[in-house]
């Protein structure tokens, strides 16, 4: 009886459904819509509900092939270019320095490489060259 009944109530909006999608076109599935799947088969159970590929398939997203992932805005800099402190690896640093003043600090930098003025302000950080480093491992 229940079963004639949701025929009767879902059967005249089955194909009232007008879905931008058909067999053969990509779709975003998956609990955070991040799988794509490829569209064999467009069905609907007994109770009315889309099914892709045998499986439920209320909540999708279309593929956008013109989607580029890539950011559009290229920067100036080259990938040969010394790095540049302005960011979270200078506060990450002065952190670290500030909270632990018991401890000596060792940068080992290339002779002439940028060094941030504000590193200069704590006693506990040096910056040494290669060479002297190793005098230090060896010491």
Sequence with gaps: MAN???EWLVKPFINEVDLPIKVGDD????RFKNKRVKVKSITYNEKGDL???GRPALKFRLVQNDKKLLP????NKKSAEPATYYGNWLRQTENVI???PEIEFFRVINVGDFC???LNN???IRN???TEFQRVLKN
């Design 27 to 30: 779709v975003l599935m998956g």
């Design 72 to 75: 559009n805005k290229t920067t």
């Design 116 to 118: 941030p003025a504000q």
């Design 122 to 124: 704590y006693a506990n």
């Design 98 to 100: 500030k909270n632990n």
């Design 4 to 6: 004639k009944l949701t």
């Design 51 to 53: 099914q892709i590929n």
């Design 128 to 130: 040494i060259d290669y």
